[in-house]
Nanobody, 118 residues
Framework: QVQLEESGGGLVQPGGSLRLACVPS????????MAWYRQPPGKQRELVAA???????NYGDSVKGRFTISRDNYKNTMSLQMNNLNIDDTGVYYC????????????WGQGTQVTVSS
């Protein structure tokens, strides 16, 4: 099991930016897939972005061109840079790690709240 610690959430105005970070309890290069999911109020959890240990990335359609996922082996951190935020980006953002997306053995962080509001 991998513990995942998220940080960086908060309140931001529309058009603003935030950067989320996720630090795993294990060396990041050992983790095949890491991802960010989010759960908007009253909706199901959805994929935001994913990255493999080879650097391959995948983004949800609603965030393409605005969000960038990255992983830094030296800092042992996965990050999500979120630009041009809008109110539909509001939700709890969860860090995920597993052998693949949807891995039943995958691990989840506690979540960090992102609120976009004027």
């Amino acid at each position: 099991q991998v513990q995942l610690e998220e940080s960086g959430g908060g309140l931001v105005q529309p058009g603003g930016s935030l950067r989320l970070a996720c630090v795993p309890s294990r060396r990041i290069w050992r983790l095949t897939v890491m991802a960010w999911y989010r759960q908007p109020p009253g909706k199901q959890r959805e994929l935001v972005a994913a990255i493999t240990n080879g650097g391959r990335t995948n983004y949800g359609d609603s965030v393409k061109g605005r969000f960038t996922i990255s992983r830094d082996n030296y800092k042992n951190t996965m990050s999500l840079q979120m630009n041009n935020l809008n109110i539909d980006d509001t939700g709890v953002y969860y860090c995920y790690s597993g052998g693949s997306l949807g891995d039943p053995q995958g691990d989840w962080g506690q979540g960090t709240q992102v609120t976009v509001s004027s």
